[in-house]
């Protein structure tokens, strides 16, 4: 086995060595299915200790990139795309840096009156005007998650001027000067239902993995609630927290 030293950085040696090996699975030198060199070898091929190797090896493994454990040697898992929640307001962001062509098939953009269920999400009253966007997004042209959008009215009639097939439409508030400052996201997991199964090719009733956002402008205001379906096999979603930043979270019950 080669050995790799690892640089002189601020950042912990097992950071570092994580992040190496991430772009060890990255570019292919671990397969999918290979099993890793034992820790010992990887200690002694990185100038390291084991429990640093093992501590890296546990943040590749809460990422999902490996499997095993318990006595049982890791092995590089089947690859399935990790969207990180500081892409969380762009798939067009999240496809480019892993390296994908995002794309996106408008099916439909609406001007309609918030029904109760909307007009709670969104903060308005029932009957004000909100625009409606159905949209299938794509990584290298394959169909992986429905994106069920409701905009406020007076940011979301600027999609009636924008061709939402070309890109990202947070990306296009921006250029706006519309700010986005922050979501609240809930996952769950949810079954397709026959427009989710018609455009994702799947049968009705499939699995799949649901992310329900609110999108705050900079003074607060809802901008948009949208309802995300992606296929499992395709996307997972990565929450890294430190001892000096740590996420908010909260766990819901489902029937909340």
Same mark, same amino acid.
């Given at each position: ?6 640089? &002189? ?212 205001? &809802? ?34």
């Amino acid at each position: 086995m080669l050995k790799f030293v690892l640089q &002189i950085s601020n950042e912990p040696m097992h950071h570092q060595l994580a992040e190496l090996f991430r772009q060890n699975i990255a570019s292919a030198t671990w397969s999918q299915g290979d099993c890793l060199p034992s820790e010992a070898e990887l200690g002694a091929a990185h100038g390291v200790s084991r429990g640093t190797v093992r501590h890296a090896l546990a943040s590749l493994r809460h990422e999902g990139l490996i499997v095993g454990g318990r006595g049982k040697p890791p092995t590089v898992a089947r690859s399935v795309p990790s969207q990180p929640f500081a892409t969380f307001m762009s798939f067009t962001e999240w496809a480019q840096s892993i390296g994908k062509a995002p794309g996106q098939q408008t099916y439909e953009i609406a001007r309609r009156r918030a029904k109760s269920e909307t007009a709670a999400c969104m903060g308005l009253a029932v009957g004000e005007p909100v625009v409606q966007l159905v949209r299938l997004r794509l990584l290298d042209e394959v169909p992986v998650m429905l994106e069920r959008g409701t905009f406020a009215f007076e940011v979301g009639q600027l999609l009636f001027e924008f061709d939402t097939d070309t890109g990202s439409i947070f990306g296009y508030f921006t250029a706006q000067g519309i700010e986005i400052s922050r979501g609240k996201h809930l996952i769950d997991a949810v079954s397709a239902d026959e427009i989710d199964a018609s455009l994702l090719g799947i049968e009705i009733g499939a699995p799949l993995l649901r992310e329900r956002r609110v999108t705050y402008g900079g003074e607060g205001q &809802i901008l948009e609630c949208s309802d995300d379906r992606y296929l499992p096999q395709a996307a997972n979603f990565v929450i890294e927290n430190t001892r000096e930043a740590r996420a908010a979270l909260a766990r819901v019950p489902r029937n909340a």
